[in-house]
């Protein structure tokens, strides 16, 4: 029971600033919510090699990496927030996917022989919904760069965490999900499954979750720290939206995310 505070004006970067008070007015939404979760696409489409040094005598670096969870009723509009924000980076995705069907062609179409000499092509993502951390593992050793996942309802995936009964297999998948928040190597190795390596186990990760099940989560908790990696966003109540012609806000939104996927590492040392 919290009374959220307005957006505060000239914190966050211009373009997602105005971005969010764009949408918030036409989709009547708190903008607080949609400046938070395209701030969290934002950091998922920079590539995890571009990294802060914290400290300039220090090997302290971080990468732009942001759990974020957008908290209201039913009837807060959680999803269309949701949606909005990730639409840049879901077209770029699709694009990845696009071109890996096109490489898979073509690799189908060698010889025996050609394929053994020729490398598999990669299934490189950006976003993830739904999956189990198997799946996500999966994708993960083919995308270095990290990927955003997209989880509708939290509640679920905290839930699906607890489908073991012993126990175990939750302790297990929580802790996948800590490292990669962290993000670093991976290694897995299965009788069944072998040996997977992925390079950087980073995800990005924005969601929705109501007040209660989100009580019950955080009294139920383990103390491992997981439940701290998120940034709730407590959102005000949803109103009608306008129906009005979109502004260039969106446009220069969508335009700032594919310059951010686009972006490479600096040259020299020290990023300003």
Not at 53 to 72: F, M, N, T
Not at 195 to 200: C, K, L, Q
């Amino acid at each position: 029971e919290f009374n959220p505070p307005p957006l505060p004006a000239n914190v966050l970067p211009h373009v997602i600033e105005a971005f969010a008070h764009e949408r918030a007015k036409k989709m009547g939404v708190d903008p607080a919510g949609v400046a938070m979760a395209a701030l969290t696409v934002a950091g998922a489409a920079i590539a995890d090699r571009i990294r802060l040094r914290v400290k300039a005598h220090d090997d302290w670096h971080e990468s732009a990496r942001i759990w974020c969870a957008l908290v209201a009723p039913p009837s807060g509009k959680k999803t269309p927030i949701i949606s909005a924000a990730v639409r840049p980076l879901a077209r770029i995705d699709a694009t990845l996917a696009r071109e890996f069907q096109n490489a898979m062609a073509e690799y189908l179409k060698l010889g025996k022989d050609e394929q053994k000499a020729t490398d598999k092509p990669a299934q490189v993502r950006r976003r993830i919904e739904d999956t189990t951390i198997e799946a996500a593992q999966e994708i993960l050793k083919d995308s270095p760069d990290g990927v955003l996942l997209v989880q509708d309802e939290l509640s679920g995936w905290f839930g699906s965490m607890d489908k073991y009964s012993s126990g175990r297999g939750a302790a297990k998948d929580r802790a996948f999900w800590l490292q990669a928040f962290n993000g670093g190597t991976y290694a897995v190795n299965r009788i069944g499954r072998g040996s997977v390596f992925i390079e950087n186990l980073s995800v990005s990760l924005l969601g929705g979750i109501q007040p209660e099940p989100l009580r019950a989560i955080v009294d139920g908790s383990h103390d491992d720290g997981l439940i701290q990696r998120l940034l709730p966003v407590i959102l005000s109540p949803a109103t009608v939206g306008e129906d009005a012609p979109s502004g260039r806000q969106v446009e220069a939104y969508e335009a700032a995310i594919e310059r951010l996927y686009k972006m490479a590492p600096p040259k020299t040392g020290t990023a300003k």
